[in-house]
């Protein structure tokens, strides 16, 4: 099923859903993060490399205080440089 999906992000070019509703997470103060940007890694929200060959790229992430974040887990937020959910999962078809 993963080789398939990765097959389906590249031909389309759309980020794979990863889940209906935003990610909660705890975030420290001056850690690097990764977001993944192509929904198939398996350590949502975080990259795990999956995005190797599929034209996504993780965006890095330098909380500036320790906090709860909510992170886009649908991956259509309006700006894909900013992994904070915008509710983008409330209005967009997440078939995939």
Not at 24 to 48: A, N, R
Request: contains cysteine; negative net charge.
């Amino acid at each position: 099923m993963q080789n398939q999906d990765k097959q389906k992000v590249i031909e389309t070019g759309t980020s794979k859903v990863a889940a209906r509703f935003p990610f909660t997470v705890f975030l420290e103060e001056g850690i690097e993060y990764y977001y993944c940007t192509c929904g198939l890694g398996s350590t949502q929200p975080f990259c795990d490399g999956q995005c190797e060959g599929t034209g996504f790229e993780p965006v890095k992430i330098i909380p500036k205080r320790s906090g709860n974040a909510l992170l886009c887990g649908c991956k259509r937020q309006c700006d894909p440089r900013n992994p904070n959910c915008d509710g983008s999962h409330s209005v967009v078809n997440l078939d995939w």
